[in-house]
């Protein structure tokens, strides 16, 4: 099932996508305005998630596919983290960035994972949100990414992520990391949640990437999350073990979909990208 976050004019809202149509959750119980408390409620019946949306998708009014457009980040994430280097191609771009390559190759060969912190509620945007750009960068490119949605130390769902990077910054010198990843619009989330029971295999997913300037496509590639040379297991227990994490929390798993080193992105440009069994996460982008 895919969950949504909707904020229209009669408040939050928490729907399903259910395969029959758009199910509205709220109608139903409306102390269920986010996926957060869908799962809490879930954790109290000790049942799954998606049962509890299906007892209540029977008889909830069923919303226009329309009502969609409304819809926000889909989990109220205290923290985004992200895991770099995670596949082949993304070493290959950070060494080629850095003015300390070899790191980057250490990092991919080692047992430990790179995790590193991303982006607080305020720094997140949700679809067709603006996603930001730093005026003091002047290379600067979206990162397509399977987010690993957690609830506490749980793998609840999953969702698409973009992980915004200024590679000139964070090529200049390592240490600039947190400037090159965190700061205002730095990280979009959505436009979904897609239940963690009902993807087969996170392992074995298409994913791509669209960037439109004007009328013309500069760039379009397809992935799949299968080359990742980590689990999504691996990495999540790298990230909360001897670590306080929120009630809910978003792990970035890499990318391995990365445009030439000549391109890099301008205010107006149109980031899409699509990931098999949850969606398509659109965001125009500006400088912030």
Same mark, same amino acid.
């Given at each position: 099932m895919r969950y949504y976050q909707l $904020?229209?004019?009669?408040?939050?809202?928490?729907?399903? *996508?259910?395969?029959?149509?758009?199910?509205?959750?709220? $109608?139903?119980?409306?102390?269920?305005?986010?996926?957060? *408390?869908?799962?809490?409620?879930?954790?109290?019946?000790d049942v799954g998630a998606d049962e509890v949306a299906d007892r209540l998708a029977a008889d909830a009014p069923r919303l226009e596919r329309a009502t969609l457009e409304e819809a926000t980040v889909p989990v109220d994430a205290g923290e985004v983290w992200a895991a770099g280097v995670t596949y082949e191609i993304s070493e290959a771009a950070r060494e080629e960035e850095s003015t300390m390559p070899e790191m980057y190759l250490d990092v991919y060969d080692n047992e430990r994972p790179e995790i590193f912190f991303k982006a607080t509620p305020s720094r997140t945007v949700g679809p067709s949100e603006a996603v930001g750009i730093r005026a003091d960068s002047e290379w600067d490119v979206p990162e397509p990414e399977l987010g690993i949605v957690l609830a506490g130390e749980e793998i609840v769902g999953y969702t698409i992520g973009n992980d915004m990077s200024s590679r000139s910054i964070e090529g200049e010198n390592p240490l600039y990391l947190p400037q090159a990843k965190v700061y205002d619009r730095c990280c979009s989330l959505g436009p979904c949640v897609r239940s963690a029971e009902s993807i087969a295999d996170p392992h074995d997913l298409e994913m791509w990437m669209e960037i439109r300037r004007g009328e013309e496509t500069l760039y379009e590639d397809a992935t799949n999350t299968g080359e990742m040379a980590r689990t999504v297991e691996e990495l999540a227990d790298y990230y909360t073990k001897h670590n306080t994490v929120p009630e809910q929390s978003v792990l970035l798993t890499g990318t391995s979909l990365v445009p030439e080193n000549e391109f890099t992105l301008r205010e107006g440009d149109i980031v899409e990208i699509g990931i098999e069994s949850i969606g398509t996460l659109s965001n125009p982008v500006t400088q912030v």
């Open positions: $904020a229209g004019s009669d408040g939050r809202r928490l729907a399903v *996508d259910d395969g029959d149509g758009i199910a509205d959750l709220t $109608a139903m119980k409306p102390t269920l305005e986010t996926f957060g *408390d869908l799962v809490g409620a879930a954790t109290i019946t």
